[in-house]
T-cell receptor
């Protein structure tokens, strides 16, 4: 398995500001994913972030609102831009493809709980 | 859209009883995974079952997969209060760079001591 950490673990932000969430993995992985979980809801995939290529966004999510960086095989960031209260959610990163083996388990970080006032 | 759909949405049982949660999906899959989430924290991977498998066990967990019915079940035997959590099924879609998981809505399990 992989050990995944996220920073910050939680934050309270004012509307109109931006927050960058970091995801660090203890081993090299090809595929990293960012999810949003709104209160009481399931997980919705925001985008897939593979090193060396542009992030691929799901329907309803755009790069201007959720820019993503993936500078290397162990790190990624997600920025929530120009926040509104509707962005209040838990944001989770996950990884797949440990040791180059695919179609296996995805491992998740502990999540970042964001509240926008 | 959500591919996996769990039922029931909520389940409340007594400690020691068994808990069964079901998941249905719509398209063909490579594998189906079950996850647990405690009170808004990160997800813990429980078990993965591949499309060519019918049943899998891990400790007190038993997962079945029926690809003809596009459904899976998660059985937790001899439940404990610590099993109280939300349980999600997730199915994979696509391949290569298009690979991703789609999560169901989840079942909230409450185990009463």
């Amino acid at each position: 398995s992989a050990v995944i950490s996220q920073k910050p673990s939680r934050d309270i932000c004012q509307r109109g500001t931006s927050l960058t969430i970091q995801c660090q993995v203890d081993s090299q992985v090809t595929m990293m994913f960012w999810y949003r979980q709104q209160p009481g809801q399931s997980l919705t995939l925001i985008a897939t972030a593979n090193q060396g290529s542009e992030a691929t966004y799901e329907s309803g999510f755009v790069i201007d609102k959720f820019p993503i960086s993936r500078p290397n095989l162990t790190f990624s960031t997600l920025t929530v831009s120009n926040m509104s209260p509707e962005d209040s959610s838990i944001y989770l990163c996950s990884v797949e493809g440990l040791a180059g083996v695919y179609y296996n388990e995805q491992f998740f970080g502990p999540g970042t709980r964001l509240t926008v006032l | 859209s959500q591919q996996g759909e769990e039922d029931p949405q909520a389940l409340s049982i007594q400690e020691g009883e068994n808990a069964t949660m079901n998941c249905s999906y719509k398209t063909s899959i490579n594998n189906l995974q079950w996850y647990r989430q405690n009170s808004g924290r990160g997800l813990v991977h429980l078990i993965l079952i591949r499309s060519n498998e019918r049943e899998k066990h891990s400790g007190r967990l038993r997962v079945t997969l029926d690809t003809s019915k596009k459904s899976s079940s998660l059985l937790i035997t001899a439940s404990r209060a610590a099993d109280t959590a939300s349980y999600f099924c997730a199915t994979d879609e696509g391949g290569g760079s298009n690979y991703k998981l789609t999560f169901g809505k989840g079942t909230l399990l409450t185990v009463n001591p």
